[in-house]
T-cell receptor, first 115, second 113 residues
Framework: AQSVSQHNHHVILSEAASLELGCNYSYGGTVNLFWYVQYPGQHLQLLLKYFSGDPLVKGIKGFEAEFIKSKFSFNLRKPSVQWSDTAEYFC?????????????FGTGTRLLVSP | KAGVTQTPRYLIKTRGQQVTLSCSPISGHRSVSWYQQTPGQGLQFLFEYFSETQRNKGNFPGRFSGRQFSNSRSEMNVSTLELGDSALYLCASWRGTGDSPLHFGNGTRLTVT
């Protein structure tokens, strides 16, 4: 069965610090990869997605992620975080290149950015 | 454009009862998915409906069922509720093909006592 691992459960950063959240998945075939964010009191929102092509994917709010197939990883990065980035971040994978049909989520990383 | 709407927002039920949750997708979206979110297990996929047919199913017991209507609205039913069914149930919709994104609703918080 597919699984997604997010190694950091809680991350605390100061504003302007750089962010990298790890995500590894276990599936050997073609995958679609996603990062979702859940701000306090809000619904899950899509940050970015990878379907094919350039493995460096740019999303909203200055976030980007790099798909490294050999490492089964899809790490999320942001060069300089803001207080408003405080949220929970979820990595997700869909096996078989079927888009958003059936997502397997990681357990999430809670990010706290202190002003 | 209205987002994904779930009703009710909160529910309290007793063990052994059944419950029906409702989801209205974004207009034009033909696929509706359901996820269960709990502190212990995180987000887990329940099932996905596309054009009134169940297209994908997760690893949940048969007590969990769903359906989709011709207007793409969906309902999820849980029968013989157990304490462990207490969770936030999220509905999500997307066009069903291509790479247009999956949009989530705010969820229905179910508490089983």
């Amino acid at each position: 069965a597919q699984s997604v691992s997010q190694h950091n459960h809680h991350v605390i950063l100061s504003e302007a610090a750089s962010l990298e959240l790890g995500c590894n998945y276990s599936y050997g075939g073609t995958v679609n990869l996603f990062w979702y964010v859940q701000y306090p009191g809000q619904h899950l929102q899509l940050l970015l997605k990878y379907f094919s092509g350039d493995p460096l994917v740019k999303g909203i709010k200055g976030f980007e992620a790099e798909f490294i197939k050999s490492k089964f990883s899809f790490n999320l990065r942001k060069p300089s975080v803001q207080w408003s980035d405080t949220a929970e971040y979820f990595c997700a994978v869909n096996a078989g290149n079927t888009g958003f049909q059936k997502l397997v989520f990681g357990t999430g990383t809670r990010l706290l950015v202190s002003p | 454009k209205a987002g994904v709407t779930q009703t009710p927002r909160y529910l309290i039920k007793t063990r052994g009862q059944q419950v029906t949750l409702s989801c209205s997708p974004i207009s034009g979206h033909r696929s509706v998915s359901w996820y269960q979110q709990t502190p212990g297990q995180g987000l887990q996929f329940l099932f996905e409906y596309f054009s009134e047919t169940q297209r994908n199913k997760g690893n949940f017991p048969g007590r969990f069922s769903g359906r989709q209507f011709s207007n793409s609205r969906s309902e999820m039913n849980v029968s013989t509720l157990e304490l462990g069914d207490s969770a936030l149930y999220l509905c999500a919709s997307w066009r069903g093909t291509g790479d247009s994104p999956l949009h989530f609703g705010n969820g229905t918080r179910l508490t089983v006592t």
